[in-house]
């Protein structure tokens, strides 16, 4: 079995910026993307951002420039740097990995991101 573990959420200043860190265990040794999502109460879960192994980003509107996402193969870690907070960037942030190019999708449990006005 897959194992996603995020750390790293908390309450911020806007302004302010955060880490998240999400680190993969089990059975699949290098996914061909892991990457980050988000959902606020009675919302759509939206992507924030994915890299693949290989290294190609992709970013949700509006987020390339204040989030930076990154990832460790070795280490089966990717971490989202996000940078100018702003209160509507309050949500849950769940880390994502796909197994292959055509799907099998992990996700972990979930960390709280609040940013305060």
């Known amino acids: 079995q897959v194992q996603l573990v995020e750390s790293g959420g908390g309450l911020v200043q806007a302004g302010g910026s955060l880490r998240l860190s999400c680190v993969a265990s089990?059975?699949?040794?290098?996914?061909?993307?892991m990457g980050w999502y988000r959902q606020a109460p009675g919302e759509q879960r939206d992507l924030v951002a994915t890299v693949t192994s290989g290294g190609t980003t992709n970013y949700g509107d509006s987020l390339k420039g204040r989030f930076t996402i990154s990832r460790d193969n070795g280490k089966n870690t990717v971490y989202l740097q996000m940078n100018s907070l702003k209160p509507e960037d309050t949500a849950v942030y769940y880390c994502?990995?796909?197994?292959?190019?055509?799907?099998?999708?992990?996700w972990g449990q979930g960390t709280q991101v609040t940013v305060s006005s």
């Open positions: 089990g059975s699949i040794i290098t996914f061909y993307a």
């Open positions: 994502s990995a796909r197994a292959t190019y055509f799907g099998g999708d992990y």
